[in-house]
């Protein structure tokens, strides 16, 4: 036993073993001293009888401190785990052999360890950095035993067309390796630097302890000499051995990834799931290299272990079952749905008909003219000719491919000719942020890269993966300086030589309704943006729930305000016409734009969000007769994308005279869930005012499930939280609203966590948002669960509150939010006036006094009340409240911070 005064570890688990060693660098019958950290003594002491072992390896230059969250945890009488973490030969507490042990000799001591061990199955590998290639490589050996697979940050293959890490080709450059590893304590200090947060002080100092003194980091220093940077060196045939043997391996894999991490960055994740595409990942945002010590991972170990529990433990446990983001991949071999139409379906037959020549698609300049349009047949040959030349250059089943495209005639073409070559779409658009957009396209990992110069010029800076291909044409130097390597119009034209260029006949694209078919990316009101994973089955029953719903039908002709819908237009047979806008900037529409758009083709559906709704009330002066007049002429407009209040509804409606105006409610991940006009929301307010409808009130009405959706509530605790699995419909009972629909989402992508939440109760959705029905059947959204405010005694949620608080005179937006600790936080109210205030604050003790009495009228207590001049929004939609961030300038302000800007 090694003395231990190491915080978080119990000195019980701390154990010496004297091993046999076989490997090849040691004199025959050495004898190897190794140090573990084992809580089976400790487990056999409270009576508890393993499920199996977790058998951890560390990389360099941690120890087998790393894991001690997993040793406590594996401890629990609800999962009894025995943990094992080593501390390999010259590392750690371990014996310093004093010889250069390259990775197969660490792959032999494993085993040799192990052995002495009397190791049984099932045994639950974990590795980290190099300790992950040790690891799988001792699995790959010992198939026998292995039941199940742990990644966290590591690699086990290296791009020959691409360099290692700047920081370990530092770490081996002769000049500074011996010093910057064993002379020093350099690399330690770097690597332990890596940690988001900090290490706390303590904990720094016992991941130092074992290598005091430069005669104790020969090992660190070797460890870095052996990573084979290329084909010649010694270790690179075991690398190889490992990498490719991971691709028969059929365990059940779990990889836990910090994306922040320097050195063993997406693109080794992404290498890794092609070689364990059954595996479920989850990525933490904001995490790094150091990722046992960023987050805490033994609670999704420990969930995935208990999910995966049967697998493990059966005596069929060595088969794979495949899955998509924690759930079972449905296995659709030879059970193909007749019923199924892939979204594109329609486009050969409105192509061949009479309306062939008819407008499909088409985009509106500035100036209110037409900039660009596509008839049916054009829409139909430029797809096809597109994904022919895409099929060339290596698009193909299962490619991702990032469209960075605004919405128009070449997002439309290259969105359909990608899902006809079954690639995955993913769209994440520039609404959300440098940053937000920044996280979501290196999290994708795409494999091409479509893009506008200006997406095309943030790659090259920001260093987003993916071959790059401009939308039009580029002079050679700035294909260069922007490492494009053709252009989707030259990839048209060289489809359009092929056999359907010249006439010949194209077999329609079968496409697995199963198969991934798009990543769309959350708006990140919530958190960092979630790309959330859509079968072709999925979109497909967007597309068919939004022509029942709403009936939508070929032939009808819309204006796609709201970039969700612009690209459904051809999918259900629409006339689709983008207004001259910035659709990733809702507010830029005009009445002007609008009217134009409509007036171009006679559109008699709009889709329009509610920020955009306000901007072009605010600019329905600019409008000409003849704009006014086609606006008259809509028939339905749909507002999605955050909620929208009757008094601007009603002023919609006045441009808008023959318009059913409608607000579907939804999200990204399942879109829509409800419907409700402006007259039921006015018949809903109504009941509520009457208090002649139980649990009407206290929210925003969003109305009914559309065609297909099921919904449900699960009640709120007296902590603000939503557990378990008690499903409820009953009126006037809050809870977090659950949806069941066939075109919601598969998965949060590479978030098996986060999926694994959502999906709490099985079979349905967690929106995350929480509300209650009426005894109409209506559905009242009271807001996020992650903005309920826990007061003393009560639960508070924010939306009722709200209301109420806007009806004053001179209230033009206000927000709830909770200060102070969980259970005894007080309800702040934030003012955004109108007219503006000049600064943020405390407001003036009569505004303060007349919200306070608006607050009580809606039944919440308020203790303090703040203006600001603009309440801050999400980018994407311009209009949801980031009560997250207001929270904490609240907290500032209350506190006696300097106020400055929320």
């Not at 099929?391 to 299962?398: N, Q, T």
């Not at 959706?709 to 603000?720: K, Q, S, T, Y």
């Not at 007061?791 to 109420?804: D, F, K, L, M, N």
């Not at 039944?859 to 311009?878: C, E, F, K, Y």
């Amino acid at each position: 036993m090694v003395a231990t005064n190491w915080p978080g570890v119990d000195p019980e688990w701390s154990r010496t073993i004297r091993v046999v060693s076989t490997s090849e660098v040691d004199a025959p019958g050495s004898v190897r001293r190794w140090h573990v950290l084992d809580n089976g003594a400790q487990l056999a002491r409270r009576g508890l009888t393993p499920l199996g072992t977790l058998l951890c390896v560390h990389g360099n230059p941690t120890w087998s401190y790393l894991w001690r969250t997993l040793l406590s945890a594996g401890g629990d009488a609800a999962h009894p785990w025995r943990v094992v973490a080593v501390d390999q030969l010259d590392m750690g507490y371990s014996e310093r052999t004093g010889t250069f042990r390259r990775l197969a000799d660490r792959i032999n001591d494993l085993g040799d360890l192990t052995d002495a061990l009397g190791l049984e199955g099932p045994v639950v590998t974990v590795g980290h950095d190099w300790g992950g290639v040790i690891s799988t490589g001792w699995a790959l050996e010992h198939p026998q035993l292995v039941r199940g697979v742990v990644l966290t940050n590591t690699a086990v293959h290296q791009p020959s067309d691409s360099p290692i890490p700047s920081a370990l080709r530092l770490a081996l450059h002769p000049a500074v390796h011996r010093w910057g590893t064993t002379t020093s304590d350099a690399f330690l200090r770097v690597t332990h630097s890596l940690a988001t947060p900090p290490l706390p002080a303590d904990v720094g100092r016992a991941f130092m302890a074992p290598y005091r003194g430069a005669g104790r980091r020969a090992g660190v220093g070797n460890f870095v000499a052996d990573i084979p940077a290329d084909a010649g060196h010694p270790s690179f045939p075991a690398l190889t051995r490992v990498a490719e043997g991971l691709r028969g391996l059929k365990a059940p894999v779990l990889m836990l990834w910090g994306p922040k991490d320097p050195i063993f960055s997406d693109r080794y994740l992404k290498d890794l799931i092609g070689r364990l595409p059954h595996a479920d990942v989850h990525r933490f945002e904001g995490a790094g290299h150091l990722l046992p010590e960023d987050r805490d991972i033994a609670t999704p170990v420990f969930d995935w272990l208990a999910v995966h529990g049967p697998v493990i433990s059966g005596d069929d446990s060595h088969v794979a079952v495949a899955t998509v983001g924690g759930e079972p991949v449905k296995d659709v071999s030879g059970e193909k749905d007749p019923a199924f139409r892939p979204l594109w379906d329609s486009l050969r037959e409105l192509a061949a008909g009479p309306g062939k020549h008819d407008i499909a698609v088409a985009e509106m300049s500035p100036d209110g003219s037409v900039s660009r349009a596509l008839s049916w047949q054009q829409l139909d040959r430029n797809i096809r000719d597109l994904a022919d030349g895409l099929r060339e250059v290596g698009v193909g089943s299962g490619s991702r491919v990032s469209l960075m495209v605004p919405p128009g005639t070449e997002l439309t073409v290259a969105l359909y000719a990608c899902l006809k070559l079954g690639a995955v779409v993913v769209v994440a658009d520039a609404g959300l942020g440098t940053k937000g957009m920044s996280r979501a396209v290196k999290g994708a990992t795409a494999d091409f890269l479509i893009g506008i110069d200006k997406a095309l010029a943030a790659a090259s800076v920001l260093g987003w993966p993916g071959r790059r291909i401009s939308v039009q044409d580029l002079p050679a130097t700035r294909r260069r300086i922007l490492g494009v390597e053709t252009s989707l119009a030259a990839l048209g034209r060289r489809g359009a030589t092929g056999d359907a260029g010249r006439g010949g006949e194209v077999p329609r694209t079968s496409v697995d309704p199963a198969a991934p078919a798009a990543v769309l990316f959350t708006s990140g009101s919530t958190g960092p943006a979630k790309g959330v994973l859509y079968t072709h089955g999925q979109l497909a029953a967007m597309r068919d729930t939004v022509a029942a719903t709403f009936g939508i039908r070929a032939g009808a002709r819309l204006v796609a305000g709201f970039a969700p819908f612009a690209l459904l237009g051809p999918a259900l047979g629409a006339v689709s016409v983008t207004p001259a806008m910035d659709v990733t900037a809702p507010r830029t529409l005009t009445a002007r734009a609008l009217a134009d758009a409509v007036a171009a083709i006679d559109a008699t559906v709009v889709f329009a969000s509610p920020a955009a709704l306000r901007n072009v009330i605010t600019t329905r002066d600019d409008l000409s007769g003849t704009g006014r007049i086609a606006l008259q002429n809509i028939e339905l407009l749909l507002s999605a994308g955050a909620p929208v209040p009757e008094p601007l509804l009603a002023q919609v409606q006045q441009l808008m005279p023959q318009a059913s105006l409608h607000t579907p409610y939804g999200m990204t991940e399942a879109l829509p869930v409800t419907d409700i006009s402006l007259e039921e929301i006015q018949a809903a307010e109504a009941d509520a005012a009457a208090g002649t409808v139980i649990g009407a009130g206290n929210g925003v009405c969003v109305g009914k499930p559309v065609h297909g959706a099921d919904l449900a509530v699960v009640p709120l605790a007296a902590d603000g939280t939503a557990t378990g699995s008690n499903r409820v419909t009953e009126a006037g009972v809050t809870g977090e609203i659950l949806v069941s629909a066939p075109h919601v989402k598969e998965a949060y992508d590479r978030l098996w966590l986060t999926q694994r939440e959502s999906a709490g109760v099985t079979g349905w959705h967690r929106t995350g948002d929480v509300g209650h029905f009426d005894a109409a059947g209506r559905l009242w959204v009271e807001g996020r669960l992650a903005h309920v405010v826990t007061a003393p005694g009560t639960v508070v949620t924010p939306v009722g509150a709200e209301q109420s608080i806007e009806r004053l005179d001179g209230v033009r937006v206000a927000a709830i939010a909770g200060v102070g600790p969980s259970g005894t936080q007080a309800v702040v109210a934030v003012v955004e006036t109108a007219p503006p205030v000049p600064k943020a604050g405390p407001a003036g003790p009569q505004l303060a006094g007349r919200v306070r009495r608006a607050a009580s009228e809606a039944g919440v207590d308020v203790s303090a009340v703040l203006v600001v001049p603009a309440q801050p929004t999400d980018i994407r939609h311009n209009a949801k409240i980031d009560r997250t961030r207001l929270a904490r300038w609240a907290s500032r302000v209350l506190a006696g911070g300097r106020p400055g800007k929320p």
